[in-house]
């Protein structure tokens, strides 16, 4: 269809600059059925000035790790191993009282209901002066307010509306409130969680738009969390997927819509209606997402994958490189290195020599 | 609109049809019996008709009236003011008990299986309730036989042991299966499906839309489904009406109006849809604002005070859905595209001539 254009170069990532890192990073819930095992040993980074999509299902975990940065998992969930790399800091050696400076200021997160994170008796400059006064004790309530007026009229929402209560906005401008407290407190990384699934399509639209200028003009880095592979086309640098609590693939958003290399990636692409495209075949992928108190052994995909060898009953799949390693070309992780879990590209790479990222 | 729109035969009709829900006064409104009454105008003066055998799609943003109207046109809302025909038999004036012996005909799917589902009947019991509500089988052994029989031809196989375990043991996608077995062994005309994939999961939704595209076909059903997803109505939908704020601003067949959409809004909500695929960039900018509120509806075109081509006459003027010139099934209510001032159109509100892949 021809009502799109063409997209423009993307973003001020810095390629070298990691922000933060994920490393072997396992929660698990305790349940009355046993122990639901949410995320598995899973390593991941964020590079400075760029939106990492992480997609996948409800169950996938990808909310639950947006949650574990924060150290915000709630009872009886648990990180049980694993560093959260920060800064050249690990936030699991933190204390709470540390966290609490972590949250909010450097790390924030946006979540799909404003509703439920403003408090509903507050009004909202009181909200942005409270979060500026209790990270920075120093700025007055005066320098405060004029702040937030300035920082909201940059986001749409006019001086009068500062004097009103969360429930007279509608449910984008809160969305535009909450962004507002995490740059009023500049927050290096702003984790949005489904951030517009509760949005309207052309208010959705006018969300994603902000979100891409605030991005560049702030330098934030985002953790665009959703379901929805559209929104992570649309503004995503990079992807993510998370299958059953594991990363199935890890790549540049044009290698992963273009040359997906798992197949859960594969389907999953398959299976969105494209409403660019004139005519379409949905691919049907067989059987639901697995019950994590007993994932599948092996790969957790293997019961509806259309390509399951022996193996994948029987030994996990690492998180490899699966593009064209060039002569002395690193084997680590990096930005540009597209990764994926599946035994169909473990051959890349010697199988004794293969990095586990 | 109506008469000139559709050839084949017409299974459902609403014509002019009205629902405006009464708001709350509070406390002291009441105690004082001041205040004027006001009015949630859900839906206003809604005509559109359904061709038998075809998929009819109802899409708008939240608050547009598109899950009242479905509600309407299979007699589960009565309207305030309009008529609901359902093959020839006007619904608002037929008693509770017509009515209720007319709901095997039309049936419904909505968003939440959990929600549709009674968790402590069996499945079979749940989805042939109606069988034995409207006295279709003889005993047991028929019920039984129908249901596993409807179970199969869902997905839900074998059907047979399927009729006897529990919603909660079942997946989601599944219990949505039901809820569409449900439907279907009552052997429906029409089937209200409100937002029938939303709650499933993204690898489950193409699975259960093509399940209703193959029962569509087998059955010859007729469907009015309703979505927010422009993507999956493109999918399913032979003609869609698109509404805001409680009218329908236009109507068409499901190509003609993706590729040629006349009315601002709809345009905006086309190129609003996120493309999964990182090659393509949405035009900018989108309209202003957000849907307001049902109360107090703008003057003149509901639109006006989002719209990006909007003049002074808009603001006054009632926009009629009429025909568009030369696209014979096709309408929608803008002044400037169909309308008396269709000499002052500014153009498209977004150049559909750039654009494509990289």
């Known amino acids: 269809m021809s009502l799109f254009q063409i997209v423009p170069d993307r973003s001020q990532v810095n390629k070298q600059e990691i922000i933060l890192s994920i490393r072997d990073l396992s929660v698990e819930y305790q349940t009355r059925r046993g122990v639901l095992s949410a995320i598995d040993t899973l390593s991941l980074d964020l590079y400075k000035g760029e939106v990492l999509g992480l997609v996948g299902e409800s169950g996938s975990g990808k909310s639950t790790l947006g949650k574990a940065i924060m150290r915000m998992i709630p009872q009886p969930g648990r990180i049980t191993k694993g560093q959260l790399i920060f800064k050249n800091q690990d936030l699991m050696q933190y204390d709470e009282k540390q966290m609490r400076d972590v949250r909010g200021k450097q790390i924030s997160m946006i979540f799909q209901d404003p509703m439920t994170s403003l408090n509903p008796v507050q009004r909202i400059d009181n909200h942005i002066i409270e979060a500026i006064r209790v990270h920075e004790p120093s700025v007055t309530k005066d320098e405060a307010l004029s702040r937030s007026e300035s920082l909201m009229e940059r986001l749409g929402i006019g001086r009068r509306r500062l004097n009103e209560y969360p429930h007279q906005l509608s449910g984008g401008m809160r969305q535009r409130v909450m962004i507002g407290l995490a740059l009023a407190l500049k927050a290096n990384i702003i984790i949005a969680d489904e951030a517009t699934t509760s949005l309207d399509v052309i208010v959705e639209a006018q969300f994603l738009d902000l979100l891409r200028e605030l991005k560049d003009e702030f330098g934030l880095t985002i953790l665009l969390v959703t379901h929805n592979i559209g929104i992570v086309a649309e503004l995503a640098d990079r992807v993510a997927v998370m299958y059953a609590g594991r990363l199935a693939e890890v790549s540049s958003v044009d290698e992963l819509f273009h040359n997906p290399k798992h197949p859960y990636t594969q389907g999953l692409l398959r299976s969105v209606p494209n409403i660019a495209m004139d005519s379409q075949d949905l691919y049907r992928m067989d059987g639901t997402p697995p019950n994590l108190v007993m994932p599948p052994s092996g790969c957790r995909f293997h019961p509806r994958c259309p390509h399951v060898m022996d193996i994948c009953h029987q030994k996990q799949p690492w998180l490899v490189r699966v593009d064209e390693i060039g002569e002395g070309d690193e084997q680590v992780g990096g930005y540009d290195k597209h990764l994926a879990s599946c035994w169909l590209h473990q051959e890349y790479q010697g199988s004794t020599q293969a990095r586990r990222y | ?358």
């Open chain 2, 1 to 358: 609109m109506s008469d000139n729109l559709s050839s084949g035969s017409t299974i459902l009709r609403l014509q002019n049809v009205k629902k405006y829900f009464p708001v709350k006064r509070d406390l002291l409104q009441q105690l004082m019996r001041v205040g004027e009454q006001q009015y949630v105008h859900a839906v206003d003066d809604v005509s559109f008709e359904i061709e038998q055998g075809k998929v009819f799609g109802l899409v708008g943003e939240s608050g547009s009236g598109k899950s009242t109207t479905g509600r309407l046109a299979v007699g589960l809302l009565e309207p305030t003011e309009g008529e609901v025909i359902f093959e020839d038999i006007h619904l608002n004036k037929l008693s509770g008990e017509e009515l209720r012996k007319m709901r095997r005909y039309m049936q419904v799917i909505f968003q939440d299986p959990m929600a549709s589902m009674n968790p402590r009947m069996t499945l079979g019991e749940g989805v042939g309730h109606g069988l034995k509500i409207h006295h279709l089988v003889n005993n047991q052994h028929e019920f039984r036989h129908r249901v596993s029989e409807i179970l199969d031809k869902v997905g839900l196989t074998p059907g047979d042991a399927y009729f006897d375990r529990y919603p909660h043991q079942i997946s989601g996608g599944q219990r949505q299966r039901a809820v569409i077995a449900r439907a279907l062994v009552m052997q429906p005309k029409l089937i209200l499906a409100d937002e029938p994939i939303a709650m499933a999961d993204v690898s489950v939704k193409a699975v259960l839309l093509d399940l209703m595209v193959q029962l569509q076909r087998e059955f010859g059903l007729t469907y009015l489904f309703i979505t927010h997803d422009l993507a999956t109505a493109k999918y399913i939908c032979d003609r869609i009406a698109i509404m805001y704020l409680g009218e329908i601003i236009e109507v068409g067949d499901i190509k003609t109006v993706y590729t040629n959409p006349k009315h601002p809004y709809t345009e905006a909500l086309l190129a609003a849809v996120p493309v999964p695929d990182p090659r393509f960039r949405r035009p900018a900018p989108m309209p202003r604002g957000e849907i307001p509120n049902a109360i107090n509806p703008p003057s003149g075109c509901r639109f006006h005070p989002r719209c990006p081509i909007a003049q002074d006459i808009c603001k006054t003027e009632h926009p009629r859905l009429l025909p568009v010139p030369d696209q014979p099934g096709h309408v929608a209510a803008c002044h400037f595209r169909t309308g008396d001032y269709i000499h002052l159109d500014p153009g498209p509100l977004i150049n559909t001539n750039v654009a494509v892949p990289k």
